[in-house]
Every structure is written in C-alpha cells, then in structure tokens.
C-alpha cells in the first residue's frame, strides 16, 4: 500500500498562509483520490479537503471552505493543500490520506467517514496559529 508523507506545517499567525505537501510513496499514488484531515488535541479527526484520482473534482468541508484550496502534481505524486487566513483555532496535527479504493472522484471521501479503519495515517505535520 501506498504511504504517504505529511509536510509544511509550522508556526503562523493570524492571517497567515501555509501550503502543506503530502508525498506519496510510490507512483500507485497517482490511482487515489487524496484528502485532507485534521486533529485537533482532545477532538476528534476531522475531514478538510479530497481531490480526485485524476485532479478534476475537488471537495471541501465547510469548516474551512473559502480559505483553502487543495490540489496535486501527479507527476511528483504530491498533493497540496494552500491555506489562508488561518485562524487560532485551525491549530491542529494535519494529515493525509487515500481513499481505500482507486479510480474515485473527490467527494467519495466527503462521504466516508474520518475515522473509517481503511484510512492509513502518518506522522503528520503540526499547524500552530497564534493569535
């Protein structure tokens, strides 16, 4: 199975702009939607962003719709996720994931639960906004 890596994290302020990188492993990457999620301490993960296998849908949740927008660069198998306006309260270990299953649009993982046990998780990468 493919893994993936998590990066770009770090300290900001308010207002700030961040753009996190999630690497895959090998070029079966390039087969998955990719997605996005969040875990704040003592909250439950929390789904941020999909794209599709291919990059030509992407879907967002609303608790940071408007202030990020989330690509890929498959001939790199990475995945981007830009950040803007970040707020104290988007503090939070960011990580990424794959749909379970290749070949699927974006908002298939909008429906799958975060905490569904076909999800792999990695180190991620930490996001820490002052105030």
């Known amino acids: 199975q493919v893994q993936l890596r998590e990066s770009g994290g770090g300290l900001v302020q308010a207002g700030d702009s961040l753009r996190l990188s999630c690497v895959g492993s090998?070029?079966?990457?390039?087969?998955?939607?990719v997605g996005w999620f969040r875990q704040a301490p003592e909250r439950e993960r929390e789904y941020v962003a999909a794209i599709s296998w291919t990059g030509s849908s992407t879907d967002y949740a609303d608790l940071m719709k408007g202030r990020v927008a989330i690509s890929r660069d498959n001939t790199n198998n990475t995945v981007y996720l830009q950040m803007n306006a970040l707020e104290p309260e988007d503090t939070a270990v960011y990580y990424c994931s794959h749909y379970p299953h290749p070949y699927t649009t974006a908002d298939a993982m909008g429906i799958l639960p975060a905490n569904n046990p076909h999800y792999r998780w990695g180190q991620g990468t930490q996001v820490t906004v002052s105030s």
């Open positions: 090998d070029n079966t990457f390039r087969d998955y939607a």
